[in-house]
């Protein structure tokens, strides 16, 4: 029995997405790939939230792990396929950004 179906989008990767996302941690690749599944079936998934640099249709998958944040950043404004435009993994610093001003956490 195929998995695809008439109403599921196919993924297009961008430049090196798949390969990209491939190098995250198991469990991390786990949870985007259903959240991508979701995605491609027409949903949105409840980890997702609207990616502002690009404007409207391009959303970000966002999962923690180890205090680590892996993102994959999709396209759904075309009807016809949903694109993963970039996966990466951004460490987290010391402390963090609010504006111009620097807050440190203490440990």
Do not use: N
């Amino acid at each position: 029995m195929s998995r695809a179906s008439s109403s599921e989008k196919p993924l297009h990767w961008v430049g090196s997405s798949k390969k990209d996302l491939l190098a995250f941690p198991e469990e991390v690749i786990d949870d985007i790939g259903y959240a991508l599944g979701v995605v491609q079936l027409g949903g949105t998934s409840p980890s997702a939230k609207s990616w502002k640099v690009e404007g409207p249709g391009v959303l970000e998958i966002v999962k923690g792990f180890r205090g680590d944040a892996y993102r994959v950043v999709y396209s759904v404004r075309f009807k016809e396929a949903v694109y993963v435009l970039h996966c990466f993994q951004k460490k987290s610093p010391s402390g963090y950004q609010h504006g111009e001003e620097r807050y440190e956490v203490d440990s």
